[in-house]
Antibody, heavy 120, light 108 residues
Framework: QVHLVQSGAEVKKPGASVKVSCRASGYTFTDYTMHWVRQAPGQRLEWMGWINTNNGDSTYSQKFQGRVTITRDTSANTVYMELSSLRSEDTAVYYC?????????????WGQGTLVTVSS | EIVLTQSPGTLSLSPGERATLSCRASQSVSSDYLAWYQQKPGQAPRLLIYRASSRATGIPDRFSGSGSGADFTLTISRLEPEDFAVYYCQQYGSSRWTFGQGTKVEIK
């Protein structure tokens, strides 16, 4: 049974960085890419980027390029998303999402979400 | 970037009624890359439909998806109490993923 378990809620000041983790279980970690999607209050889901869990290569949405870093630790079956230079507009729930492996580009499992609040 | 626009914003219906949700893309989308998700308050999205019309594992057959090109539809044939939620469409294209703004299905 696939499970994605994320780290707990965070409160950060503007300008700081946050690092959210996502621990995967129930499948072969390196066989599937992992993505990050965020949802600001009252807003639509927003794709941030993804990581090839096999070789560690990451690709980011242009909107977050330069501020987001996605990494992984294969020994811990865990993916990390770090967002820097935080501003109030980054207040959102951040989700990790496993992409299916058949090439149809949808997300079949999601983490429970991590609320990041940016406030002075 | 392909923009997905969902309508209506809110659908007020009673249990047992039929729900028809629309997702329109700003340009043509491959139906292979169109998915639908359900989200309940405080929960993560749950995959319902992929490839525009294929139901995900464990999804009841009252949920169906259709469409092609730039117009896609999610239909819930008979609403059950647990179906009242927000529904999002999602597409993949040009190495990025985008979502619609959601349709809330609420109890009338």
């Amino acid at each position: 049974q696939v499970h994605l378990v994320q780290s707990g809620a965070e409160v950060k000041k503007p300008g700081a960085s946050v690092k959210v983790s996502c621990r995967a279980s129930g499948y072969t970690f390196t066989d599937y890419t992992m993505h990050w999607v965020r949802q600001a209050p009252g807003q639509r889901l927003e794709w941030m980027g993804w990581i090839n869990t096999n070789n560690g290569d990451s690709t980011y949405s242009q909107k977050f390029q330069g501020r987001v870093t996605i990494t992984r630790d294969t020994s811990a079956n865990t993916v990390y998303m770090e967002l820097s230079s935080l501003r109030s507009e980054d207040t959102a729930v951040y989700y990790c999402a496993k992409k299916e492996g058949s090439g149809w580009n949808y997300f079949d499992y999601w983490g429970q979400g991590t609320l990041v609040t940016v406030s002075s | 970037e392909i923009v997905l626009t969902q309508s209506p914003g809110t659908l007020s219906l009673s249990p047992g009624e039929r729900a028809t949700l629309s997702c329109r893309a700003s340009q043509s989308v491959s139906s292979d890359y169109l998915a639908w998700y359900q989200q309940k308050p405080g929960q993560a999205p749950r995959l319902l439909i992929y490839r525009a019309s294929s139901r995900a594992t464990g999804i009841p057959d009252r949920f169906s998806g259709s469409g092609s090109g730039a117009d896609f539809t999610l239909t819930i044939s008979r609403l059950e109490p647990e179906d009242f939620a927000v529904y999002y469409c999602q597409q993949y294209g040009s190495s990025r993923w985008t979502f619609g703004q959601g349709t809330k299905v609420e109890i009338k």
